[in-house]
């Protein structure tokens, strides 16, 4: 491996680990909490999607799966059933796979306005997993009569919209201001 290899490697992992850091950071920023889950913590997501954006799939993925496991620590939601198979699927749908389809923003990697497509896109994804979620496991909570699908859509709605629009108007703004916390150049040299 080249010095200037070593060197892009050793900036993606600094600047992933800070991101992931201040992602965590701002998860405890709440302003609200649903009581089976879920919450909205405005703008802690931006750093995740900066991460695939700034250093590629490998970093991105890396960093939500990282990303996920300080989210488990921080506060995990049991399962209502408490079997292997609904721990095993929270885990999965609520934690790894929803916090790491934040690195597939590195689809965008390289275009000045990928923020603008990368948010909507990753938010979405981690939507969909909670949705699953919410119909497979979690549909115990759904009103009695009311289609679980349309429980967990509006439940996990309420909080993901929230995420998706804050983060994306942030994240148009820094488009817009800020374009080269989204670009980075391969071997650079000096930096």
């Known amino acids: 491996m080249s010095t200037t290899e070593s060197r892009e490697n050793l900036r ?8 992931v850091a201040i992602a965590f950071v701002l998860s405890y920023i709440t302003l609200f909490r649903l009581p089976q889950g879920g919450s909205v913590t405005p703008l802690s997501m931006l750093p995740m999607v900066i991460i695939g954006l700034r250093h590629g799939i490998k970093w991105g993925l890396s960093g939500g799966l ?20 609904a721990y095993v699927s929270v885990v999965m749908l609520d934690y790894i796979l929803a916090y790491t389809v934040l690195g597939l923003s590195a689809i965008f990697r390289g275009r000045r306005y990928g923020m603008l497509y990368a948010v909507p896109l990753c938010l979405i994804l981690r939507f969909l997993c909670h949705f699953v979620s919410g ?12 289609p679980v699908w349309l429980y967990s859509l509006t439940y996990n709605g309420s909080y993901m919209g929230l995420e998706l629009i804050f983060t994306t108007i942030v994240g148009a703004i820094l488009c817009k201001t800020a374009p080269v916390l989204f670009i980075t150049k391969p071997n650079m040299q000096g930096s």
């Open 66 to 85: 990282i990303y996920a496991c300080l989210q488990m620590l921080q506060q995990f939601w049991p399962p209502p059933s408490g079997t292997l198979a």
């Open 135 to 146: 119909i497979i496991i979690w549909g115990v909570y759904a009103p009695e009569g009311a």
């Open 12 to 19: 993606a992992l600094v600047e992933s680990a800070l991101l």
